[in-house]
């Protein structure tokens, strides 16, 4: 495999000696540009005028528009996509809408990282037409390779606004010299720039299997933009091929002549202004403008990807201005903190309008990093800032722009209070654990810090805290968030499981006719193939697994399908006895009809639940799994925290609200645009859905979805829902498990009758009477002995029975006390009749048990008092000891005996035997072990125990008295 750099080299090589085959230069040329050769970097560039060096801040010396009034106009950053958009419709493009940040449109990346994004893979490839052509879109764009730099460099940014020119033509058609004029056209009367400023660099570009020249343009030291000419095809031989579609893809931040024009010393400054001057306002900062401004045409040098050791960055640069280290690195690193709140607001309330949530999930791992960054920094310099208040200046300034955005700010507000929550939680318990680690004052190396973070949430911050109380300290790696996200892959690569047995190749798709008609349950096909046990067949009526849904099962001539899969487009029915099939037979295939109306209610209920889960939590909800199955569902679903009953009795309304409404159910294969530009990106519920035709499942007036499944032609017919329960799968994931269907409705009520009645029956076997007992008694009596409402029936009858037992044990306790010991239950179970409330019950029994254990423990006390007293009248001295043998039934009160009496007598030797077995205590000043007591006694015994208290498997068979003698021995 040829590199990409060495076929950048390669193609350098071709353009560097003949640019007009490549780049525009009849157009730079008529506009009087020259080329010219960089003196510091070598590239080729084109200029108006005499210049020796390209327009690179490294190779000309930095910014030179800073405090400067380098345009003839100050945009603001609303003003750029307005003058942008305004001068390229004159030039024949169309604006477009932006695409969301997180790319719900494809599976190989989560979060939208550039305009061309919206275009990939299948407007690239040629599969599907551009929604327009040439085009122009403001598209928001999130990055979080670069969070350290941000606020430091003033120009790195976790979301910036990419504003893309696009164009998609067969090579004949595709008109470089045009959309590089264009550029011009917007750099010298959109942006109002000298043309003596600007400078074109030849460069080359690469990326998925695709090459291109490019040409990027700079003025006053600034990268304003790069037009891409995406115009070759890598073979797999390594050798450029024409592509047939050529792709014009220029990317210009939005926040470049925004900056340029106001040449403020950040491009914060010139980008979200109002935020800026806010959070100014709420910390009281005053930036020491004229250090920022002679810090600044140093900052890109601590660029985190670039630099090697910071702190020694960070004193070359103080020394060059003269300042103290530690000074100019307070004074930039406070001001960060506020630039990058600002930056981490406005990503938080893109992303979070757009569906992700702050998790521990994929990419969008990268907004819980970016909340508790903010957390930290107002924790470190001890701000008090009103979050949503400045999240809701955002809003308000990006309006003209994205109007979309003021529409979700409350439930983004509840977002982050719950993501507040859960790291004030985490940070409580991390205390300890830091503390821990740095009392030990070791060094803790950079991946200890990150796997802290990582695993437990614990922050570096917070240990740099903890550590100063003690003066210790712990070096924190700069670049320490970026190496955190890079653990965190955004989407995890989904393979299709193909079983390697079954070879399809050369097979051509099976023709599936669930599609058309959900109720069409028989069917005449032709066998195609036998593989093993697979029969396929030119068209089947049996639905494969796949999409969440199970398969369905039937006959084929009368023998049993067992399995139903498809492999790449092929449907293999897996069969009972294949033998019987020849390849151009004609078989009549019938389906379980009732399992696949099963299917499918639960399937449409499953869209149902979803469109009304989005209604009530928030537009944060989107699918993050399903499981369709004929007995029940389980819809996934994106949200913070499990749901409240009301909440859940609130969803379910409104699914039987739409079951009941008589919605149509209508599916269609739609192209791609159309049904994205009809039902917005919602539609890839289930995932990124490959191809030019989408199969939309569109319950009308409700919900729409690209969905392959079975589903019905009404929502009537779906005849009800019931969520059987939810619970939280995972951080940020929320599972509903329901039922759909009359058929199962009944069930569920009935298995929940079931329930009821076992309850009572057991209850009855007791003697205790009850009328009427609803599902919620049951829930709530449950919950008085900490078990599910399934097991309470189990749980009661232990309970009796241990009544019973406890009711025994008390009796013969008093008796062996001498005391009445009659004991009955009657009047316990007379008192349960007196109420008809289970919950009651319940209470009263449970109290009624401890009652029993309570006295149990008592009565034993006293017993065990009155042994060891009969115990020591038998005692014996021997030497310094003394030796107390003796026989108590129960071994259970032998034990307790044995050590009430050594406690008593530090110095005895307590010897035990019950029925069957033997115990050996030793007091803490007899110097003899329990065990070897016990294997002089009992010489053929198992001894278990330790020193101090041992137990034999055997009871003691010889007298007291020879026991006395032989333990003489022992002890002398
Ligand atoms: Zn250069
Ligand atoms: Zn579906």
Redesign the pocket.
Known sequence: MVSLNSLKAELKKQTDKSPEKFYPVKTLKENGFHRAH?A????Y?WTTIESK????P???GGYTFIGQEVAKKKMDFIQVWEEFSKTFKKLGYAPIKRYPVVARWRDDVYWNNASIYDFQPYVVNGEVEPPANPLVVPQPCVRFNDIDNVGITGRHYTSFIMIGQHAFYEKKKFNQEKYFEDILVWLEKGMGLKKEAIKFHEDQWGGGGNMGVCMEFFAHGLEIGNQVYMTYEVTESGKLRDLKLNVLDMGMGQERPAWLTHGTNTSYEANFPTVVKELYGQTGIRPDNDLVRRFLPYSGLLNFEEVGNLDKTWKEIADKLKVDVKKLRDEILKLSAIYSIGDHTRTLLFAISDGALPSNVGGQYNLRVLYRRIIDFIKKYGWALDLEGIIEMHAKYLKPQYPELRKNLEDIYKILRVEREKYDNTANKSRKIVQQLIERKEKISDDKLIELYDSQGITPELIEEEAKKINFQVKIPENFYARVAERHPEVQTKKEIVSKEINVSGLRESYPLYYENTKLFECKSKVLKVIGKYIILDKTIFYPTGGGQSNDIGTLNGIKVLNVEKIKGVILHEIENPRVFKVGQTVHGVIDSERRMHLAQNHDAAHILGGATRKILGEHIWQSGSQIDPDKGRLDITHYTNLTDIEKYEIEKLANKIVNGKHKILKKFTPRNEAEEKFGFTLYQGGAVPGKLIRVVNIQDFDAQACGGTHLDNTSETEGIRIIKTEKIQDGVIRLVFVAGKVLLEEKEFSEKELIKSTVIGLEKYGVKLEKVSLEDLGQTAKVFSVKAVDLSKTLERFFSEIRENSGRTEDLEKLLGLKGEKDDKQFIQSLNKTKDLGVIAKLIFEHWKAQRKQINELENRYTSKIVEDLFVKARPLGDYNIIIGHVGDFGLAIRAAAVATQKETSAIVIISSETKAICAVGKDAKLSAREVLNTLIPNAKISGDSGRAVADQKLSISEEEALTKLEKVLE
């Open positions: 960089c510091s970097c070598g590239k560039f060096l390209c327009g690179d490294n190779c000309s």
